[in-house]
């Protein structure tokens, strides 16, 4: 018995180790035309549920808080404006382990609809934020955010 629950111990031990703890915080500026753009309602999704709701400040900067291990959708709206997302992936698989406090800056540039003629939103979303190991923090693949805006471009063609 003493054997049973000393393994146990250790097993609960190595599995608290190995979970993602600690935080993201994604901060940026909204603009559009190098203008400051204030009052955007930005809603921070986690496991298909509104997990946050809050607004830029009036100097166009915003700040998320994110836990690690869960993956988000975050979408930035404002009226008369394409909305627009990204995705954050602040997890990784179960061989690596992250923890700590991240930082990432992520100015947005919003698009007015009269600018571009489109009135709907952008998808998929504008950029998708990873991590690859705990030393090197988080990143975006600049291939994808190309591919999206030429996607972007090609619909406001039609």
């Not at 404002?78 to 627009?84: A, C, G, L, P």
């Amino acid at each position: 018995m003493k054997t049973f629950i000393t393994t146990l111990f250790i097993v609960s031990c190595l599995a608290l180790s190995a979970q993602q703890t600690g935080s993201l915080v994604v901060y940026g500026i909204m603009k559009h035309k190098k203008s400051i753009v204030n009052e955007v309602q930005i809603e921070v999704y986690r496991d298909n549920k509104v997990y946050k709701q809050l607004r830029n400040l009036k100097n166009g900067s915003f700040q998320l808080y994110l836990q690690l291990g869960h993956v988000y959708s975050v979408t930035f709206r404002k009226e008369s404006f394409i909305e627009k997302s990204i995705a954050v992936v602040a997890k990784t698989d179960s061989s690596i382990s992250i923890n700590g406090r991240y930082f990432f800056q992520l100015d947005i540039e919003l698009f007015k609809e009269e600018d571009h003629e489109a009135g709907e939103s952008m998808l998929p979303p504008v950029a998708i934020l990873y991590i690859k190991d705990q030393d090197s923090g988080f990143t975006f693949d600049k291939k994808y955010v190309k591919w999206v805006a030429e996607k972007f471009d090609e619909k406001l063609k039609k």
